[in-house]
């Protein structure tokens, strides 16, 4: 997905030329291809809810951004919000964080416990204190379908996507002069952008950086119920697990449990998860989802940042053309096309516009200074 947009903006905005590697184009390994698909304001960093903002403007547009020859994609977007509900030991977090979304122009509401059961009647509200709703700019859309209209629009404008696994990176005086894959191919650059997700570390490590960035496998589960949850957003309930629509259907997860290992098997879905945790406080928190039954799971990778849980955006410190956008840690596929359009005007033009993404650059890994995001699912 990152990929994919930045190849977007740098076509049809830069009128550069553009080749996309991929070590694989069936995707089936790929976070964005595995993801839950949805978007949120509710972050309590000012930069990721900008982001998301930018992103939202694009999405809500995206039939006539991403039109080919008069066919428009169509991408299901469902603003019904998210609803993150907290106990009295969380609700001053949820109160700094909603303080610092209101400051970015974020559309979220706090709801007490007889507010948040008047809005969702079939929702119980036992140990909740407080609900903080997007009343709109959140909910979720066909995020394989973006994914495609990337592609395709961005092919439309000239890009290239060719089937190939890079494993060496040639640089000299501060400059990467090209890219090598596994059969030896050399590809000259005159720029390279490093955006292979949770697979990002290895060839960043060629360019002397020492980037925190690993798989880290999220299960999700697809319910069926009779019950009738009308105007359900997507739920966060304070033990992680959350909930939303899909269609006739529902999707829900967790985080997983005890040590999750780096680049775990995709087909090992913990099914206990569910049985053990997510059912449970479903049951708790919608009495009706006693009557449930899990109909199919699958599992995709987060490129998780476990130094400070925020994207890695900007240029590799020490080179002059080499960028890199990695380590969204589970909301890259809401931001791709905000990240995209300004990381293309940074290579291209030197500077960002439009939105300033300094506060994700590389140097503050070297500088051991987080950015701590806490609102973290």
């Not at 309590?44 to 428009?72: K, Y």
């Not at 030896?184 to 005159?190: E, L, S, T, V, Y």
Request: hydrophobic share 50%; charged share 20%.
């Amino acid at each position: 997905m990152i990929g994919a947009a930045c190849a977007l903006f740098l076509a049809r905005d830069h009128r550069v030329g553009v080749t996309v590697l991929e070590r694989d184009p069936s995707y089936a390994r790929a976070s964005s291809a595995l993801s839950a698909s949805s978007i949120r304001q509710q972050f309590s960093t000012p930069i990721n809810i900008a982001l998301s903002r930018a992103s939202l403007d694009f999405l809500r547009r995206a039939g006539d951004e991403l039109a080919v020859d008069g066919e428009r994609p169509e991408l299901g977007l469902v603003e019904a919000g998210y609803l993150y509900l907290a106990t009295p030991a969380g609700a001053a977090q949820l109160r700094q964080n909603h303080a610092v979304q209101r400051a970015g122009g974020a559309a979220i509401e706090l709801l007490d416990a007889a507010a948040l059961h008047a809005r969702w009647p079939w929702l119980a509200t036992d140990g909740i204190a407080l609900g903080a709703w997007g009343v709109r700019g959140e909910g979720w859309f066909d995020g394989p379908a973006l994914h495609a209209a990337l592609r395709r629009k961005a092919i439309d404008c000239g890009a290239r996507f060719v089937r190939a696994d890079v494993v060496a990176l040639d640089g000299r005086a501060g400059r990467v002069c090209a890219a090598i894959d596994a059969h030896g191919i050399r590809r000259d650059a005159d720029a390279v952008v490093l955006a292979a997700g949770a697979w990002t570390a290895p060839l960043a490590a060629q360019l002397g950086l020492a980037l925190p960035v690993s798989a880290k496998k999220r299960d999700v589960f697809v319910l069926s119920s009779p019950a009738a949850l009308p105007d359900c957003p997507l739920i966060i309930d304070p033990s992680g697990v959350w909930l939303r629509p899909d269609g006739a259907r529902y999707l829900a997860g967790a985080p997983p449990r005890g040590d999750d290992a780096d680049d775990a098997p995709l087909d090992a879905i913990d099914h206990a998860l569910f049985d053990e945790v997510i059912w449970p406080r479903l049951a708790a928190r919608i009495p009706a989802f006693e009557a449930l039954r899990v109909q199919s799971a699958w599992a995709g990778y987060y490129d998780m940042n476990t130094f400070d849980h925020n994207a890695v955006v900007g240029t590799v410190p020490g080179w002059d053309n080499a960028f890199i956008a990695c380590g969204f840690s589970g909301h890259g596929m809401q931001q791709a096309p905000a990240v995209g359009m300004a990381l293309a005007a940074r290579i291209v033009n030197g500077r960002y516009s439009g939105l300033d993404l300094a506060p994700l650059g590389a140097e503050r890994l070297l500088h051991n200074e987080r950015l701590i995001e806490h609102n973290v699912i």
